[in-house]
């Protein structure tokens, strides 16, 4: 996975993704919950307001993410079991 590649040469990466359990499989750092499989940031049914305020909620629940250390055994994630988005 891309994460793991830019992680692996120092640098924090989060994955958004709506398939969190293929992400843990493969190995990612950081995950955030995305909405959903085809628009993981987005939800073309939400009005445009509900849509921003979506997109900002999961954006700034990813770069929370980014601030956490990796700890041998523990994954970050965010999502519904962590973050309400």
Known sequence: MLEKEIERVGIPAVLITALTPVAKMFGANRIA???????PV??????????????KR???AALQLLTEKIEEGILPTVGSNKIDL
Not at 33 to 39: A, D, M, V, Y
Not at 42 to 55: H, L
């Open 33 to 39: 919950q995305g909405i959903g499989i085809t628009n």
């Open 42 to 55: 987005g939800n073309p049914k939400a009005s445009p307001d509900e849509e921003k305020a979506s997109r």
């Open 58 to 60: 999961l954006v700034t």
